[in-house]
């Protein structure tokens, strides 16, 4: 089991940035798949992006040319560079993780985090 701790948010006005980071307990973070979700008051929690074990990485339409996904195996570390935010991305960000292959954008990750704001003032 992975335990997922997430930080990095907080309130920026529009246009700043922020990033995000993700450790992650145990010793195999390398075989994980990651990805990052958020979910805004009143709403689904939607994909944000994710990044596989070789590195490759996947975005939301409304996030690309953004946000970038990285990470850091030596510091079982996953990142989420934000630039150019929008009020539209206030919202509760969750990192998650698998083992499986799964479909790298849906909900079924194992393992998730407990959440950081992020909120972005216009």
């Known amino acids: 089991q992975v335990q997922l701790v997430e930080s990095g948010g907080g309130l920026v006005q529009a246009g700043g940035s922020l990033r995000l980071s993700c450790e992650a307990s145990?010793?195999?973070?390398?075989?994980?798949?990651m990805g990052w979700f958020r979910q805004a008051t009143g709403k689904e929690r939607e994909f944000v992006a994710a990044?596989?074990?070789?590195?490759?990485?996947t975005y939301a339409d409304s996030v690309k040319g953004r946000f970038t996904i990285s990470r850091d195996n030596a510091k079982n570390t996953v990142y989420l560079q934000m630039n150019s935010l929008k009020p539209e991305d206030t919202a509760l960000y969750y990192c998650?993780?698998?083992?499986?292959?799964?479909?790298?954008?849906?909900?079924?990750?194992?393992?998730w985090g407990q959440g950081t704001q992020v909120t972005v003032s216009s």
């Open positions: 145990g010793r195999t973070f390398s075989s994980y798949v």
């Open positions: 998650a993780a698998d083992q499986r292959i799964i479909r790298a954008s849906s909900l079924e990750y194992n393992y």
């Open positions: 990044i596989s074990r070789r590195g490759l990485s």
